[in-house]
């Protein structure tokens, strides 16, 4: 049963920090999601990528966030310094192509003090 | 620009009851329409999608979802609710192989 898989599942830091966030994606996916779920804002897209490439990252702030995929079994978010505000459960998502369903993973949970 | 409105925060409905979760969508040309659920403490699993075809589609756990073109519609229904069921759902939209939008999400309470 292919699932994507995320590392931490949780992680608290303090502020000024560097986070890191990893996840692997279902083997043969050439489509990678990050996304941000809070309460207050929902469901956020960070970045997007197919094959590798990053193509939509403007849901992310340049200034502190980036992610990377150093190769196809490995996406990586890091988030350097952290804010309090930057606590949230973290999602990463694969799929087969760019309009097919998503495969989420189980997510980081954030908390930055 | 491309949108999708989940107009109800949370349902409510009795064991037993049809339910239906709304999603009405904005998009520039043919839109792929999906349904996730969220359980607590859970990543989102895919339920259905509407590629094209039959405006009725059938997914996992007895729902099913129904394409409305003209209303911009893509309602989630359940002929008999199951407290299972309870949980949040997403309704989500992807138009010419772009990223994906998703609703702000309904909660989906079924009382025994």
């Known amino acids: 049963d292919a699932r994507v898989t995320q590392t931490p599942r949780h992680k608290v830091t303090e502020m000024g920090q560097e986070v890191t966030m990893r996840c692997q994606p279902i083997?043969?996916?050439?489509?990678v999601f990050w996304y941000r779920q809070t309460m207050m804002q929902g469901l956020e897209l960070l970045a997007y990528?197919?094959?590798?490439?990053?193509?939509?990252d403007s849901g992310m702030p340049k200034d502190r966030f980036s992610a990377e995929m150093p190769d196809a079994t490995l996406a990586t978010l890091k988030i350097q310094p952290s804010e309090p505000r930057d606590s949230a459960v973290y999602f990463c998502?694969?799929?087969?192509?760019?309009?097919?369903?998503?495969?989420f993973g189980p997510g980081t949970r954030l908390t930055v003090l | 620009a491309q949108s999708v409105a989940q107009p109800e925060d949370q349902v409510n409905v009795a064991e037993g009851n049809p339910l239906t979760v709304k999603c009405t969508y904005s998009?520039?040309?043919?839109?792929?329409l999906f349904w996730y659920v969220q359980y607590p403490n859970r990543g989102l699993q895919f339920l259905l999608k509407y590629i094209t075809g039959d405006n009725l589609v059938k997914g996992s756990y007895g729902f099913e979802a129904e394409f409305n073109k003209s209303q911009t519609s893509f309602h989630l229904k359940k002929p008999s609710a199951l407290v299972s069921d309870s949980a949040l759902y997403f309704c989500?939209?992807?138009?010419?192989?772009?990223?994906?939008?998703f609703g702000s999400g309904t909660k989906l309470n079924v009382k025994p």
């Open positions: 998502a694969s799929g087969p192509g760019p309009s097919n369903e998503q495969f």
């Open positions: 990528f197919r094959n590798r490439a990053p193509l939509d």
């Open positions: 989500a939209v992807n138009a010419n192989f772009n990223k994906f939008y």
């Open positions: 998009v520039s040309g043919n839109p792929y």
């Open positions: 083997l043969g996916h050439n489509t």
